[in-house]
C-alpha cells in the first residue's frame, strides 16, 4: 500500500497512513497505527448538505419507507435486545442520536421509554416529529430546550460513520448518560465477509456521507478519545426472516464467526 503524504489520521495524529482503496466516491486511507479507515481528503460541508438534501428529498423519503434499508424487524430486534439486557425499557429516557424518520424511536416508545431524537436534516426530522416523537436538530438545540438532558440509553444506529469528529459527538453525548447509563452503537463492519470479499467496491464505501469506517478495536480507540474507558462488544442474534433459510444459517454464522457486516458496541461511563 502507498504511503499518503502529509496526511495525519484524524483519530490518533499518526503519520503512518496508506492508501488502502481508491473509489469513485473518494480515496480510503488506512491508519496502521489505530486501523481506522477514513475517507481522504474528507468532503467539504458544503457537499455533504448536498449529498444530504438530495437523500432526504419526498421521494427519496417515501422509498425509504418500504425499502430494506432499515428494517423494522431488525430494529425490533435490537429494542428487545436493549429491553431483555439492561432491564425494561418502560419508564427509561432514551436518546436517538441520528434518528432518521423516526422508525427506531417508535419502536423504543412502544415499548414504554420516553424517548428523544436527534435529526440534523430538516426532512427527516419532520417525518420523524409526524410519529409524536419530540425531535431536536442539535444537541444545542436540546439543551436549550426545558426537556430532561439526561438519559440512561443513547443509540446511535448507523451513524457514527457520518459524524466529522465522531470522538467529539460522543464526548458530548456522554456528558448527558446518567450514572449507569449505556451508549449503543451499531456500524457497519470494515472486517466483515462482505468488506474482505469486495474490497473497494465495498458498498459501504459508496456513500459520500460516510467519512469512516471501522473495526471493534477503531471504535474503541474512538471511544476512548471520547473519555469513555468502558467498551464492549455484543453479538446479539439478528434474524432476518424475509430471508430463505440457508441465507439465514449463513448470517448466524457469520455472527458467530464474527463476520457478519454490522458491528455493535456498548460504551458506559462507570464500570459495571
Not at 48 to 72: D, G, Q, V
Not at 122 to 147: H, M, Q, T
Request: proline share 3%; hydrophobic share 35%; net charge positive.
Amino acid at each position: 500500500m502507498p504511503t499518503v503524504k502529509n496526511v495525519r489520521c484524524p483519530l490518533c495524529a499518526s503519520k503512518k497512513v496508506k492508501l488502502r482503496f481508491f473509489t469513485p466516491a473518494g480515496d480510503i486511507a488506512l491508519c496502521q497505527n489505530c486501523t481506522l479507515l477514513f475517507r481522504s481528503p474528507q468532503p467539504s460541508q458544503e457537499m455533504l448538505e448536498i449529498f444530504y438534501r438530495s437523500k432526504y428529498t419526498s421521494s427519496r423519503i417515501e422509498r425509504r419507507k418500504t425499502s430494506m434499508a432499515s428494517p423494522l424487524e431488525v430494529l425490533n430486534q435490537i429494542i428487545n435486545h436493549l429491553d431483555k439486557d439492561f432491564g425494561l425499557l418502560k419508564g427509561k429516557r432514551l436518546l436517538d442520536y441520528g434518528c432518521s424518520l423516526g422508525d427506531f424511536a417508535v419502536l423504543a416508545k412502544e415499548k414504554g421509554a420516553k424517548v428523544t431524537g436527534i435529526e440534523l436534516d430538516d426532512g427527516a426530522r419532520y417525518e420523524a416529529k409526524n410519529k409524536d416523537i419530540d425531535v431536536f436538530k442539535d444537541l444545542r438545540e436540546l439543551k436549550s430546550s426545558n426537556s430532561d438532558n439526561k438519559f440512561d440509553i443513547i443509540t446511535l444506529l448507523q451513524v457514527i460513520e457520518h459524524l466529522r469528529k465522531p470522538w467529539v459527538d460522543l464526548e458530548e453525548l456522554s456528558g448527558l448518560l446518567d450514572k449507569d447509563g449505556i451508549i449503543f452503537i451499531s456500524t457497519p463492519n470494515a472486517t466483515g465477509l462482505n468488506a474482505r470479499v469486495t474490497g473497494g467496491r465495498w458498498r459501504e464505501f459508496k456513500s459520500p456521507g460516510h467519512l469512516y469506517w471501522f473495526t471493534y478495536e477503531s471504535i474503541n480507540q474512538v471511544c476512548k478519545k471520547a473519555g469513555i474507558v468502558y467498551v464492549s462488544q455484543v453479538y446479539w442474534r439478528i434474524t432476518h426472516t424475509k430471508y430463505g433459510y440457508m441465507r439465514r444459517f449463513f448470517q448466524r454464522l457469520l455472527q458467530v464467526l464474527r463476520l457478519s457486516g454490522s458491528v455493535m458496541i456498548i460504551a458506559r461511563k462507570t464500570e459495571i
